[in-house]
């Protein structure tokens, strides 16, 4: 599998690209702020062909260009359905001081063909196989989006060790973090049952590519994130980190 990592130009956001191989078609997840030129760039080193754009949530910096990917080239954006409303009003999960930030500063256009995720429905798209879980907290509908079986993965800015399984977490689980739960849609007691739930079975050994910052481990979190050694006692402070 190939893997790219796409840094946005604000809040440096991760979009991937994600495919088979080289020369093939991929899937596109989290097209951020700013991203286009470099995505081009990517996509035209590689010779892949985007079919679909995969978002993990409905946050503004992780949608802003979802309708020019896939305006260009006819294609389908999934996000979960707790999460659609966003992409066609995204001040709705802004707080009070982004909204005054951003407010008239951007032009953004809700993508034409939008398709829902489903918790625990396997997606294949471009050749590419990943599970959806869905785990909010960060948003209501924030997921993890995974692979089934381990995979050799190849790409620029990732350092593959044989055959991982791979978590695409968007804003759920950052090396060291979690992603905030004050911002509109947010819910504290969510997030924390979405960890117990969702990532604390995960195997130590699956490889997190997280939606802000460096890839981790599960094994790693589950030793040294606070949000996740701590979670039995229910008592660790909500986090202030991403959108």
Request: proline residues 8%; charged residues 20%; aromatic residues 4%.
């Amino acid at each position: 599998m190939f893997v790219a990592v796409i840094p946005a130009q604000a809040f440096g956001t991760n979009c991937y690209v994600v495919a088979p191989a080289e020369d093939e078609q991929c899937v596109v997840i989290d097209p951020g702020i700013g991203v286009i030129d470099q995505l081009d760039d990517v996509l035209a080193e590689h010779r892949l062909h985007p079919a679909a754009v995969v978002l993990t949530h409905g946050h503004l910096d992780h949608t802003f260009s979802v309708a020019p990917v896939c305006g260009a080239r006819g294609i389908t954006a999934y996000v979960h359905p707790s999460d659609r409303e966003l992409l066609a009003d995204p001040a709705k999960g802004l707080s009070m001081d982004m909204a005054a930030l951003f407010g008239g500063r951007l032009t953004y256009a809700e993508p034409e063909d939008v398709a829902p995720l489903g918790d625990g429905e396997p997606l294949t798209l471009a050749g590419v196989e990943l599970t959806v879980d869905h785990a909010p907290g960060h948003t209501g509908g924030s997921v993890l989006l995974r692979t089934p079986d381990a995979v050799a993965f190849t790409g620029p800015a990732l350092a593959p060790d044989g055959e991982s399984l791979l978590c695409f977490s968007g804003d759920v689980l950052f090396a060291g973090s979690i992603g905030r739960t004050d911002l509109p849609g947010g819910d504290h007691s969510a997030m924390l049952a979405s960890l117990r739930d969702k990532v604390l079975p995960l195997a130590d050994e699956t490889v997190v590519l997280p939606g802000h910052g460096p890839s981790t481990t599960i094994g790693r979190e589950r030793a040294s994130n606070p949000f996740l050694r701590d979670l039995g006692t229910q008592t660790v402070a909500a986090p202030n980190r991403g959108w």
